[in-house]
């Protein structure tokens, strides 16, 4: 069965400042091929969501250190998609043993942990990140 992979936006609503879809195409299937596309949507909504924070209302280093975060999880991603489709072969150089779902849900769950931040801006509100709605 081939995955088809759909185009979601990165939303904004008041609790989350950003908030990331897989619930569409999340349908519990562990194949290599749909790790590989639903990397490939987390790629894109993430890489939109660096592209909004620098005009998030939170001081320059918080910025800075979110981006960062983000530029990792999105590398991680980014590696498990290369894995998937054939671009890295050599499995053992990254001590990787094949099982996709397992190293998607550690990097998910990276995510959530970054989602769950709750920094405070520069008005002194403290705002919830981002959800990930799965």
């Known amino acids: 069965m081939k995955h088809t992979i759909e185009t979601i936006s990165v939303k904004t609503d008041a609790k989350w400042i950003f908030y990331v879809n897989l619930a569409s195409v999340w349908d519990g299937d562990k194949s290599q091929s749909h790790i590989q596309n639903l990397c490939e949507i987390l790629i894109r909504q993430l890489k939109q969501v660096d592209d909004k924070l620098d005009g998030l209302p939170f001081e320059q280093e918080v910025i800075d250190d979110l981006g960062g975060q983000l530029f990792d999880i999105i590398d991680h991603f ?16 990254y001590g990787f043993d094949g099982n996709f779902i ?5 990097y998910l769950t990276e995510l959530y942990d970054f989602g ?4 405070i801006d520069k008005f002194n509100v403290r705002r919830k990140l981002l959800l990930v709605n799965k």
């Open 78 to 93: 980014e590696f498990l998609r290369d894995l998937a489709n054939g671009i890295i072969k050599k499995w053992d150089d």
């Open 116 to 119: 769950d931040q709750k920094p």
């Open 102 to 106: 397992e190293w998607f849900d550690g």
